[in-house]
């Protein structure tokens, strides 16, 4: 099974809007934490936003906010006030305690914002 | 702001012969990572690397594969013998031991794009 699905290969938003990228993962370790990352088409990779799985509060960071639903297994990444510069690919990636510092990344979701 | 840096930023080689990534993390980090990107596919971890010594690696670094610190500054990957396959972008990421979520984030390099021809 996939430790980290993202379910949207492709996404577009109009400027200004806000977008939810989708992101749900699979552990039956107690201790974990979930990142995203933003790979623009440069290549690098820009991270974004951490969320551990003991934090009682969503994640939040600028225009970056993680919708973390612990029952669900899922972590969208909610991104407000979209800008051109948004666009990218965006990963959602996890960290088990057990498997020590290792992350295991989703397969990505490239974000078009339009003008 | 405190970055890890990648050379070359681009290598060709051929088929078989051996190629050097290399890393310098940031200063104060202990914790030292190679993640290997192929064109249009997810990032995967190839390796971990603590304390001089490897603490974890994934399937795919098998025996072509060998990490090194040389000195205070260097992370380097080695691929012995490179396979069509190899060809893909290369990342280093470091990440510190202080307490709190902090210590998780990994910093990423720009990468080496490595075409294995």
């Known amino acids: 099974a996939q430790k980290i699905t993202q379910t949207q290969p492709g996404m577009f938003v109009q400027e200004k809007e806000a977008v939810t990228l989708d992101c749900t993962y699979d552990t039956s370790d107690p201790s974990y934490g979930l990142f995203w990352y933003k790979q623009p088409s440069s290549g690098e990779m820009i991270f974004l936003i951490y969320q551990g799985s003991y934090d009682q509060q969503n994640a939040t960071e600028g225009r970056y906010s993680l919708n973390f639903q612990k029952a669900r297994k899922s972590a969208n990444l909610v991104i407000s006030a979209s800008q051109l510069g948004d666009s990218a690919m965006y990963f959602c990636?996890?960290?088990?305690?057990?498997?020590?510092?290792?992350?295991?990344f989703g397969g990505g979701t490239r974000l078009m914002v339009k003008p | 702001e405190p970055e890890v840096t990648q050379t070359p930023s681009h290598q060709v080689t051929q088929m078989g012969q051996e190629v050097i990534l290399r890393c310098v993390p940031i200063s104060n980090h202990l914790y030292f990572y190679w993640y290997r990107q192929i064109l249009g596919q997810k990032v995967e971890f190839l390796v971990s690397?603590?304390?001089?010594?490897?603490?974890?690696k994934s399937e795919i670094f098998d025996d072509q594969f060998s990490v090194e610190r040389p000195d205070g500054s260097n992370f380097t990957l080695k691929i012995r013998s490179t396979k069509l396959e190899d060809s893909a972008m290369y990342f280093c990421?470091?990440?510190?031991?202080?307490?709190?979520?902090?210590?998780?984030?990994?910093?990423f390099g720009p990468g080496t794009r490595l075409t294995v021809l």
């Open positions: 990421a470091s990440s510190d031991t202080t307490d709190g979520p902090e210590r998780y984030e990994q910093f």
């Open positions: 990636a996890m960290r088990e305690d057990n498997a020590g510092n290792m992350l295991t």
């Open positions: 690397f603590y304390n001089n010594e490897i603490s974890e």
